[in-house]
């Protein structure tokens, strides 16, 4: 499950789904159509760039995944105090 705790995980996840969006977009023709003069994007290129950003997006959302995960990680560790309670006496 996706927990949302700073605004910067907010924002990746956002970019990551306005990726895949413009991804799905552009490979099923709806989006890029006004930039060419007959209003047909080649097929070739409409694939390239299509799944160049569904794959850029995934990579981008898996990444802010991975790194909140990460940060959980490292805050759990630096709030640890198991050190300070245990005893160093040797029997």
């Known amino acids: ?3 949302i705790t700073s ?3 907010i ?3 956002l970019v ?3 990726m ?3 991804g799905v977009l552009i490979l099923t023709g709806h989006l890029l159509q006004t930039y060419f003069e007959t209003g047909q994007l080649p097929v070739q290129l409409r694939l390239v760039f ?3 950003l569904i794959l850029y997006g995934v990579f981008r ?6 790194a909140e995960k ?5 805050r759990s560790i630096l709030e640890d105090d198991t050190w300070k309670r245990s005893d160093t006496t040797s029997e």
């Open 1 to 3: 499950m996706i927990r």
């Open 7 to 9: 605004l910067r995980q």
């Open 61 to 66: 959302f898996v990444s802010a995944h991975f």
């Open 16 to 18: 990551a789904t306005a």
């Open 70 to 74: 990460r940060d959980q990680e490292n």
């Open 20 to 22: 895949v969006v413009s």
């Open 50 to 52: 299509g799944i160049v």
């Open 11 to 13: 924002l990746a996840y």
